[in-house]
Structures are given as C-alpha cells and as structure tokens.
C-alpha cells in the first residue's frame, strides 16, 4: 500500500522589513514573522516598561496603544504593526516632562501595588482620556476588565481612572 507523501513544512518564519512609529519615532527593522510586538519593543529597542505578564494576553500587562487602541503586545506579532503608530508607557512622560493627567491620577490615588502591572493599565487608561466622548462606567469596566492586578488594587485603580476621567472631561 502506498501512502501519500507528506508534504513538507511549511517554512516556519521568514524575515520581514517592518517600518512603524514608536513613541514619535520612525523605527525601521527586520523582524521574523513569529517575533511578538513585545518582544520587539524590549529587547530589540529597549522599552522595558512594556511588561510581559502571563504572555497569553489575559493579565494585559503589556497593553500598548496601536493607532491609539489598546492592544496585547504578546499577542501581536511585530509584522503586524508595519506603518503602525504604537505609544508605550515611555512616550508619556518623557525626561523631565511632567506627568500625564492618568499618571497623575494613578500616583495620588495609589493605583499601583507592586507596579509590575500598572504600564497596561495606564496606557489603557490614557486610550480612554483620549477618547473623543467621555466613556460611561461600564465601558470603563469593561476595558479594565482586560486587566489583572496580583495584588488585587482594584479600587485604587478604578479611583485613579474615574479621576483622569474627570480631569479629561469634566465631572
């Protein structure tokens, strides 16, 4: 009995030249298809302040904007992001600049614990503030929902939003 022949593998990865705008600057490289948005913004351009948390995208520690929506940076391959504009919790106060309205709030509402998980929280945040319409509770609810806090903050962080929220557009 004959058997068919099993097709070869599919090449599994190839390489990719890869243009975006991180942070306001153009950034041009060569990424393999499997190389994780994530993994690109921290060891190849150094943006530690992306967290990398469970990498299955449920914790949302590496939450970074994308074209000014909240995106898992484990679950979006860099090739993804080619002519994409991406904001990281570095673009928001950079140097000396003083803080942004959400860190603000976050840091008098002590909505962060330990911190490991607060970069997403902030950047998804700060995609609400930017938004055109103030975002009505459940909306916010249910983007923090897309977050987890280890050391169970919560309410602290919610006080921290609800503040940058009245700051933004009034209460």
Same mark, same amino acid.
């Given at each position: ?10 090449? %599994?990865? @190839?390489? /990719?030249?890869?243009?975006?705008? $991180? ?11 499997? &190389?994780?948005?994530?993994? +690109?913004?921290?060891?190849? &351009? ?9 990498? /299955?995208?449920?914790?949302?520690? *590496?939450? $970074? &904007? $994308?074209?000014?929506? %909240? ?14 504009? +991406? ?10 600049? %003083? ?20 970069? @997403?929280? $902030?950047?998804?945040?700060?995609? +609400? ?5 103030? %975002? ?10 897309? /977050? &987890? *806090? ?22």
């Amino acid at each position: 009995m004959n058997r068919p022949a099993t097709p070869p593998l599919a090449e %599994p990865s @190839g390489w /990719h030249d890869v243009r975006l705008t $991180v942070n306001g600057t153009e950034v041009a490289a060569q990424v393999e298809s499997r &190389l994780l948005l994530g993994d +690109l913004l921290r060891d190849r &351009l150094g943006l530690t302040g992306t967290h990398l948390g469970c990498e /299955h995208g449920v914790c949302g520690a *590496c939450t $970074v &904007l $994308v074209d000014g929506e %909240p995106v898992r940076a484990c679950l979006t391959l860099a090739v993804q992001c080619d002519g994409a504009d +991406l904001r990281t919790v570095e673009s928001l106060a950079p140097g000396d600049a %003083p803080l942004t309205g959400v860190q603000r709030a976050f840091h008098e509402c002590h909505g962060m614990q330990c911190g490991f998980c607060t970069p @997403g929280f $902030v950047m998804t945040a700060t995609a +609400l503030t930017e938004r055109a319409d103030r %975002p009505s509770d459940a909306e916010v609810a249910d983007a923090l929902s897309g /977050h &987890l *806090c280890r050391c169970t903050g919560y309410r602290n962080i919610r006080r921290a939003v609800r503040q940058a929220l009245d700051e933004r557009f009034g209460e």
